[in-house]
């Protein structure tokens, strides 16, 4: 097999071990969800065509190795009919992390499951200049760590205070991580920098009377992250975005200005580090055809 060979097989997932004629397969995992059935067909696979071993991935993937060269299109056969497919490798945009959001962990925010899947959807495997990866956390705790991908997203919840039964105990101001809550009890007031605020919802948690309410739910979003060998955190970019839908247009645009911009092998964060991240945010905000 000539080198040529190789490279188009690790597009499609099939990545060359050390050992001469294996591979390691890489699965096609949405945000770490496998159904049972599922994990049946991956453990019958490995067992089959490799050596009755998977690895598990940084990115909540799942690999098969020790494939001989001869069982690979057998193995993506086996695999077909439980939906589980084989993933990819190269400049695409990759498989989307996610944690389980709000409808399996109290502190989830938003659905990221069910947003994971809609990204997945409409940009996997599509081609980039470098690798592309996406993150999802649910919420200000951050367990997908957004910042470490090319885009990431975290749930993000307003506070908005009631004057009516509050007491300015004080306690909201106390648990605010980022300092942005201010207690005048004198004034009989109470103010809320929502510039300076991650969402997490902590006074709201906290506060005895209620005072501190949810407001609105909303998506805010990093670029440009990545680790590796040189690692490089994501920014912050744009406001709060309010719906899944203005989220996936937000990645769309990201996608299209890395396309324009960015040059072979480079990765997203570098891209923006020659372009500037305002420039990324114009051109968002201009697709979105809304301020945010």
Same mark, same amino acid.
Request: proline share 12%; net charge negative; charged share 20%.
């Given at each position: 097999m000539n080198e040529a060979d190789y490279k188009e097989l690790k597009k499609g997932g !099939? !990545?060359?071990?050390? +050992?001469?004629g294996l591979f390691s397969v890489r699965l096609h995992v949405v945000g770490g969800h496998l159904t049972t059935a599922q994990l049946r067909a991956i453990q019958e696979a490995a067992d089959r065509y490799g050596r009755g071993a998977v690895h598990l991935t940084a990115r909540q993937g799942? +690999?098969?190795?020790?494939?001989?060269t001869d069982s690979l299109a057998a193995l993506k056969e086996f695999l077909l009919p439980s939906g589980v497919g084989v993933g990819v490798c190269g400049p695409t945009v990759r498989t989307v992390t996610a944690c389980q959001g709000c409808r399996v962990c109290p502190s989830g925010v938003i659905?990221?499951?069910e947003l994971a899947e809609a990204v997945d959807r409409a940009f996997y495997g599509?081609?980039?200049?470098?690798k592309f990866k996406v993150g999802i956390s649910g919420c200000a705790n951050n367990c997908i760590k957004a910042e470490e991908n090319d885009i990431g997203i975290k749930g993000w919840t307003e506070p908005r205070?009631? +004057?009516?039964?509050?007491?300015?105990?004080?306690?909201? +101001?106390? &648990?605010?991580?980022?300092k942005v809550v201010h207690v005048s009890e004198g004034d009989?007031?109470?103010? &809320?920098?929502?510039?300076g605020c991650?969402?997490?919802g902590d006074c709201i948690e906290s506060c005895p009377t209620g005072s501190m309410a949810e407001g609105s739910r909303g998506y805010r979003l990093f670029a440009g992250g990545k680790f590796g060998r040189v690692p490089f955190l994501g920014k912050k970019i744009l406001g709060v975005l309010r719906t899944g839908e203005e989220a996936i247009a937000a990645i769309e645009a990201a996608v299209e200005f890395f396309r324009a911009h960015g040059k072979s092998r480079e990765r997203f964060g570098d891209t923006l580090q020659r372009t500037g991240f305002p420039a990324l945010e114009t051109y968002i905000r201009e697709r979105l055809g809304q301020k945010v």
């Open positions: !099939m !990545m060359r071990q050390k +050992e001469a799942v +690999e098969i190795p020790f494939v001989p659905d990221s499951p599509k081609p980039v200049p470098h205070w009631a +004057e009516s039964a509050c007491t300015y105990c004080g306690v909201c +101001e106390a &648990v605010c991580p980022t009989c007031k109470i103010s &809320v920098d929502l510039s991650i969402g997490c």
